[in-house]
């Protein structure tokens, strides 16, 4: 039996990948609290896995997008 699931979640190499970012930077900004993320297995453990939505990272993006480029709306479709 196959089971395919929908990733909706995302670990620290692959939001890496998907944001075009080297890990260690990705790191650094959920240490500084500048990246959504949360942690699975408590915000306390030291083996706590930091994961990703990719909405939240999607919508991450698009707030980078407007405060880096005022006066720019995207394009319209």
């Given at each position: ?7 909706t979640r995302l670990t620290v190499p692959e939001a890496a990948r ?60």
């Amino acid at each position: 039996m196959t089971v395919t699931i929908d990733q909706t979640r995302l670990t620290v190499p692959e939001a890496a990948r998907y944001l075009g970012m080297s890990e260690d930077t990705v790191r650094v900004l959920c240490r500084e609290k500048k990246l959504p993320h949360y942690r699975a297995g408590g915000s306390t453990s030291t083996k706590a896995k930091i994961l990703f939505r990719v909405e939240t990272l999607d919508k991450w993006m698009d707030q980078q997008e407007k405060e880096n480029c005022v006066g720019w709306e995207g394009e319209k479709v």
